[in-house]
C-alpha cells in the first residue's frame, strides 16, 4: 500500500508552498479513496511517495489514467491567495492503493 503525490515541478514552487500543497493533496486522496483501503493504509504507516512530473498536461494526462484504472486520483489547484493564479494545478495525488497498481502509473516517474 502507498500514496504517490506528482508535483508539476514546471512551477518551482518555494518549500513552504510545496509542502502545504502535497499535504493538501495527500489527504484529499485518502478522502477519495474506499474505506478499506483507508484502514489498510492507515495500518502500514501511511507510506507515501512526492515524484514530479514536467508540466499540468502531464498531470493532467496521469488523472485520467488513474481514473481509468479506478484508483482514487485527485488534481490539486491553487486557491490563488498567494504564488499561484487561482486554478493553478499543483500536483495530483494517487491512492492509497496497491504498490502494483500505483506503478503501472507512476513507476518510472522521478523522485522530487
Same mark, same amino acid.
Given at each position: 500500500m502507498k500514496q504517490v503525490i506528482v508535483v508539476n515541478d514546471a512551477l518551482r514552487l518555494p518549500k513552504g508552498k510545496l509542502a502545504v500543497q502535497v499535504a493538501h493533496e495527500s489527504v484529499s486522496a485518502f478522502l477519495a479513496a474506499a474505506e478499506s483501503?483507508?484502514?489498510d493504509w492507515l495500518e502500514c504507516g501511511m507510506p507515501k511517495i512526492v515524484l514530479k512530473c514536467a508540466?499540468? $498536461?502531464e $498531470?493532467?494526462?496521469l488523472h485520467s489514467e488513474a481514473?481509468?484504472?479506478? $484508483?482514487?486520483a485527485c488534481l490539486i489547484r491553487d486557491v490563488g491567495?498567494?504564488?499561484?493564479a487561482q486554478g493553478t494545478i499543483t500536483c495530483l495525488g494517487i491512492g492509497p492503493a496497491t504498490d502494483?497498481?500505483?506503478d503501472t502509473l507512476t513507476g518510472d516517474m522521478a523522485l522530487l
Open positions: 483501503m483507508r484502514e508540466s499540468k $498536461l $498531470l493532467e494526462k481514473q481509468t484504472k479506478s $484508483l482514487p491567495k498567494t504564488l499561484l502494483a497498481e500505483i
